[in-house]
């Protein structure tokens, strides 16, 4: 994980299976407010997509891989 002052917080779960992806993200929430999520695991944007809906979060895709999430 990355971050700098006011800015999102970088989370790369690349070479990681599900539900990995979707745990680290979940971590990364409990403290702060946008993460950028990287992840290659081809289940992971249907993990993310759940995750973010039972928590009341906005999804928005970036890139193949990149999902930028929010605390709505």
């Known amino acids: 994980m990355t971050s700098d002052a ?7 779960t690349r070479g990681m299976r599900c539900p990995w992806p ?9 403290s702060d407010a946008a993460v950028m999520l990287l992840a290659d695991d081809p ?6 997509a759940a995750l ?10 970036e890139a193949e ?5 929010r605390r709505s």
């Open 22 to 30: 979707a745990l680290r993200l979940a971590r990364a929430m409990r």
């Open 6 to 12: 006011d800015s999102v917080v970088t989370v790369d």
């Open 52 to 61: 973010a809906a039972e928590q009341g979060w906005a999804l928005a895709p």
């Open 65 to 69: 891989g990149c999902w930028l999430v």
């Open 43 to 48: 289940q992971a944007g249907r993990e993310i």
